[in-house]
């Protein structure tokens, strides 16, 4: 295991500063996803680590010692890729043996970790097949097995799911998460998705341009966004973000909105609209709603709650609570309040 701690660290590809003065703590033992939209510079952290894309500036401490400058063979890291990188003539076990002869690991070792690690990943029966007559799930499995026999410090993950379909995202997602808990080694996952992110990180470092935008828990960014981009790259649909005087806004999620011919009591937000569209997505629906003033809102709502149909005029509320307020930099100034601003929520459309 390993804790590995960025100091400072930028990088740039010529003239262009990717990224700048960044500080960051990876926790030893921990499941860190980073997590941003394409070009936002996770990748490049993530290389980094590696040794395969060295920083420009600062230092990379993993365990104390500094990497900065050290060459990948060197570091004690095994790295899984979006495209499994496996050899198509070698069966799996050749596969997964590959980096145990290169680094001249006895041939009794080797079989060893092999058998055990192919078993962890569930890849015992297929080790004398080929790649090509496995599925996508499988091939990424050997590509864990190839990794886990090293027995890193830490191991990277750069969006290892993406080329799965759905449903196979969704089980490997799981496969990861207990694997992770089984081998207690440091996971570095980067992706673009905020649901990898949301439901298999311990920690989330959420990134926009090269920055670091809120580090903490998925419960933590959820609840408490640090600011705008947050509150709406996290949760889908994004956070509805609405205008106040002065420069605040302030922020309702979808699934906190209620909607209801009639006005409830004990809302702080409430305002007339036009159901525009109506989802059925299994368990719930998914509404867009035209307000009064023009602007839309997306409401999300369990089916045996507020079921109301397409086209319906109705009203649009919120209690206190789950009202986030933003000031003009877009920075979260809390929720629930302060009561001046709560009276320009509710002072609307009345």
């Known amino acids: 295991m390993a804790e590995i701690v960025f100091e400072k660290v930028g990088k740039s590809f010529g003239s262009t500063k990717v990224i700048e003065n960044l500080d960051l703590t990876i926790e030893d033992g921990k499941f860190t996803v980073l997590v941003g939209s394409s070009g936002c510079g996770k990748t490049t952290l993530l290389r980094m680590i590696a040794g395969i894309g060295p920083a420009t500036s600062g230092r990379i401490l993993m365990d104390g010692k500094d990497i900065t400058h050290q060459p990948p063979e060197k570091r004690d890291i095994a790295m899984v890729f979006q495209n499994y990188a496996i050899y198509p003539t070698m069966s799996v076990r050749e596969n997964i043996e590959f980096g145990l002869k290169n680094k001249k690991v006895p041939k009794e070792e080797r079989d060893r970790r092999i058998a055990e690690y192919a078993e962890i990943v569930g890849m015992t029966p297929y080790l004398d097949r080929k790649p090509s007559d ?32 759905a449903k196979l995202r969704a089980a490997m997602r799981v496969e990861l998460i207990e694997l992770q808990r089984r081998l207690g080694t440091t996971f570095v996952y980067v992706t673009h998705d905020q649901i990898e992110a949301m439901s298999m ?47 605040v806004r302030f922020g309702v999620r979808p699934e906190s909105i209620r909607m209801s011919a009639e006005r409830m009591d004990g ?45 319906a ?25 302060p009561e001046d601003l709560l009276k320009k929520v509710g002072g609307i459309n009345e």
């Open 201 to 247: 990180a311990d920690t989330i470092v959420l990134m926009e341009k090269g920055q670091i935008q809120q580090i903490g828990s998925p419960e933590e960014i959820y609840h408490e966004p640090a600011n705008i981009f947050s509150a709406q790259f996290i949760g889908t649909p994004p956070m509805n973000v609405l205008d106040l005087d002065g420069g």
């Open 267 to 311: 809302m702080a937000l409430y305002r007339r609209g036009h159901v525009i569209t109506r989802e059925m997505l299994g368990a719930e629906l998914q509404y867009k709603v035209r307000l009064s003033d023009g602007k839309t809102l997306m409401v999300r709502s369990e089916n045996d709650r507020d079921d109301v149909e397409e086209s």
């Open 134 to 165: 496995l599925s996508g799930g499988q091939r990424q499995r050997i590509a864990l097995a190839r990794a886990m026999v090293k027995k890193p410090s830490v191991f990277l993950m750069d969006e290892p799911l993406s080329n799965l379909d």
């Open 313 to 337: 005029d109705v009203w649009v509320m919120a209690p206190a609570r789950h009202l986030h307020f933003f000031d003009a930099d877009g920075r979260h100034i809390g929720h629930g309040g």
